[in-house]
């Protein structure tokens, strides 16, 4: 099996210090919304300076560059052992060439090991498996703490909302879940929402559904006109980029639906921060290609 | 835009209103959760005694943080090895993690100003008010932006124990942009946008779906 320890090292500086132009775009897009002179404005011209010089000088868009998620996709009769290996070197040395900050510690004895790796979960690897005849495709989400401390989980019916089981019940918690979050999840922001599952698998697959382009939209029509009412309804709160106050609080919302207990029913909000770093690369033959 | 040279006199604190953007130069230090946690127990509520260079390093930070600024953020740092230290990214974190300190910390350090982001609750709001102090907002995430302002790495302390995020770093730092979002006068931009979001969500729970 081919080392790809090298080409591993490359989607991590990409993903660390080069913003998707998805993203980018938006944020752009967003500035003419706010007032000349707001310090909306402001923190929307510095987003940009930055993430410009970030790519130009190969350094971090964000100091906090988060949990590394790695979700491979490998072709029938892969060494995933061998694979774990390879993405754990190259985070390694990532973090050696101040690509990734050190950030594992460990949570009973406070110690950061100083590079980026930490037991069997950090990085966070899931692997799926593939036909033989597909390529290899890796995909990196760097999601810092900050906006991962806003996220929230609610167990539905919620009486103080008015929160019943279903998809009315679900709008109200995303829309506390926003509001309480004002600024400090570095907004503006992406939800990732997830309805169902277990609250493993729902906070899990709120994460996933942020792998996706912004703008794309769930292919069930009625999921799909929440996601859009959703980011239209949350910058009706005005919280504003850094909670500065302003008229761009959330980027985009992507909802997926899972399957739950009888006696559950959980919604998960992952809040994405601007900084939405994520990446793919795809292994074809000795080619790689990233985007 | 203003410019502001740190040290900070309370005359030109008290000059500072919630909703204005300015630019700091001058020496700070960072210094987040751990470094905050050490400060109360060692030397403030003394609930552990100091050990090690706990009090060599006490005496060297106090002398930046009289009238000085700290700054909420762990940056990436070049030059580990070397010891030829460079900051790479260097954007604020999250602040109300500090909250439970931030006032004494103030108060026993004499600090000027506190820069983080996502702001902070009426403790530290009340220790600015009493200090008198600011709490100035930079931007969340633009880390290779703001490491540009920093001329110079003074020093490190708590390198080894706390690790690179953790670890007190003095900084030069020139035109730092921040926006003040809590003020000496008792005003603070977070809780008067925390109340007027409250009112449109309790609105936007009403509407029929």
């Known amino acids: 099996m081919r080392d790809l320890t090298n080409e591993i090292l490359e989607l991590i500086r990409r993903t660390s210090s080069s913003l998707p132009k998805d993203v980018e775009d938006r944020l752009r897009a967003s500035i003419e919304k706010e007032e000349p002179g707001s310090a909306a404005r402001g923190a929307l011209e510095t987003i940009l300076k930055n993430i410009e010089l970030s790519r130009a000088n190969s350094t971090p868009i964000c100091q906090d560059t988060g949990t590394p998620i790695f979700y491979v996709h490998y072709p029938e009769g ?5 694979l774990r290996e390879q993405i754990k070197t190259a985070l390694a040395e990532a973090t050696k060439r101040s690509y990734m900050r050190p950030n594992a510690v460990d949570a009973i004895y406070d110690k950061n090991t100083g590079n980026n790796l930490g037991g069997d979960d950090f990085p966070s690897i899931h692997f799926e498996e593939v036909d033989a005849d597909q390529p290899l495709v890796i995909e ?3 999601k810092g703490g900050g906006c991962e401390n806003v996220g929230a989980q609610y167990s539905l019916p919620d009486n103080k909302l008015g929160a019943g089981r279903d998809l009315a019940g679900v709008r109200k918690v995303v829309l506390d879940a926003v509001q309480k979050a004002q600024g400090k999840g570095c907004a503006p922001g992406i939800l990732g929402v997830s309805i169902g599952g277990d609250r493993g698998s729902s906070y899990i697959k709120s994460k996933e559904v942020l792998f996706s382009k912004m703008g794309t939209r769930n292919e069930d029509p009625k999921l799909a006109e929440l996601e859009e009412r959703l980011t239209k309804e949350a910058n009706e709160m005005g919280i504003g980029p850094m909670g500065f106050g302003g008229q761009t609080t959330v980027l985009d919302t992507k909802i997926t639906g899972l399957h739950r207990l009888p006696a559950s029913y959980f919604v998960s909000v ?3 921060c601007w900084a939405y770093r994520r990446r793919k690369m795809t292994v074809k033959g000795q080619e790689v290609e990233y985007d | 835009m203003r410019e502001i040279n740190i040290p900070i006199n309370d005359e030109i604190i008290r000059s500072l209103h919630v909703g204005e953007p300015v630019e700091l130069s001058g020496v700070m230090l960072t210094g987040r959760d751990a470094v905050h946690k050490w400060m109360i127990e060692t030397f403030i509520k003394k609930t552990r005694e100091p050990v090690g260079d706990d009090l060599q390093v006490y005496e060297e930070i106090r002398k930046y943080l009289q009238q000085g600024v700290l700054y909420h953020c762990g940056p990436v740092v070049s030059g580990l090895e070397t010891r030829e230290y460079k900051f790479v990214a260097a954007g604020p974190t999250t602040s109300i993690r500090e909250e439970p300190y931030q006032a004494d910390v103030m108060k026993h ?3 000027k100003g506190v820069i983080g982001k996502g702001g902070m609750g009426v403790k530290t709001l009340q220790g600015c008010v009493d ?11 633009a880390a290779t932006f703001l490491a540009q302002t920093v001329q110079k790495v003074l020093g490190v302390y708590k390198l080894e124990e706390f690790g690179v995020p953790e670890a007190m770093w003095a ?4 035109n730092f942009p921040v926006v003040v979002t809590m003020d000496s006068h008792g005003q603070s931009k977070h809780s008067l946008l925390e109340e007027s979001s409250r009112k449109v969500l309790d609105d936007l729970l009403t509407r029929p779906y």
């Open chain 1, 78 to 82: 892969t060494s995933t052992r061998k």
């Open chain 1, 140 to 142: 990196l989400m760097l």
């Open chain 1, 270 to 272: 992952s809040y994405m």
């Open chain 2, 109 to 111: 350090f004499n600090l």
């Open chain 2, 131 to 141: 200090a008198p102090g600011v709490y100035f907002h930079a931007v969340g995430g």
């Open chain 2, 171 to 174: 900084i030069e730092v020139k």
